[in-house]
């Protein structure tokens, strides 16, 4: 099973408090409170396609699972037969983000939303979030597109600081909101890049390199 959790789902957000000014390095040292989490960079859409469709195959055995929370059922699994898969597959196809929502994450990078929040929560309490949750900052033009494809898909978004915090009831309604955002990859494209784009990836190999 996919747990599914008690939350109220709204849309509540001001485009006109949207945090703005943000730059390459903010992106790639961090910009929030939030711990331990890594810019994902610049991802392309066939990145995101792909991390899309590996989290769809493990939602879908999480789904016909008879564990209260199939997909952390699944992924233990995973790690105890093959550590190294498993390893690789956290690393390079999910860039180590909770599986249920790594694809909208790796959705918004290449949409060029700047991520820097993301948990899938779940039974356990390793989890930091009470349920599922990414956080986003979008600009302007992308705010007005990526708000109606989260309420057709079902989740929620809050706003605090500027920034994004966008939620779901379940790890599937987050993986919906992905393929939205995959889908509408024509409207992202066409928009001007944020200015925090220019340099980001020449920073993100400085920082690797230290």
């Known amino acids: ?37 890594e810019c994902l960079g610049l991802p392309s859409w066939e990145e995101a396609e792909e991390c899309l469709r590996e989290e769809a195959a493990f939602l879908q055995r ?7 929370d199939g997909v952390a059922t699944i992924i233990r699994e995973l790690q105890e037969v093959d550590d190294i898969g498993y390893a690789e597959l956290m690393a390079y196809t999910f860039y180590w983000n909770d599986i249920g929502v790594a694809g909208l994450s790796l959705a918004l990078s290449a949409a060029r939303v700047a991520t820097f ?13 009470r349920y599922p949750m990414v956080g986003a900052v979008p600009d302007l033009e992308r705010a007005r597109v990526l708000a109606r494809l989260i309420t057709q898909s079902g989740c929620g978004v ?23 955002i995959l889908d509408a990859r024509d409207a992202f494209e066409v928009m001007p890049q944020p200015s925090w784009t220019e340099g980001l990836a020449e920073l993100l190999e400085e920082l690797g390199d230290e």
């Open 1 to 37: 099973m996919i747990p599914e959790f008690d939350v109220e789902i709204s849309v509540d957000y001001n485009l006109e408090a949207l945090r703005t000014g943000l730059s390459a390095e903010d992106v790639a040292r961090g910009f929030t409170e939030h711990h331990e989490y």
């Open 62 to 68: 999480a789904d016909k699972s008879d564990a209260p």
């Open 117 to 129: 929040y993301s948990c899938s929560s779940g039974l356990g309490h390793r989890h930091h979030a």
């Open 158 to 180: 809050g706003q605090h600081g500027g920034r994004w915090y966008i939620y779901g009831r379940s790890v599937t309604t987050m993986h919906g909101l992905g393929m939205a």
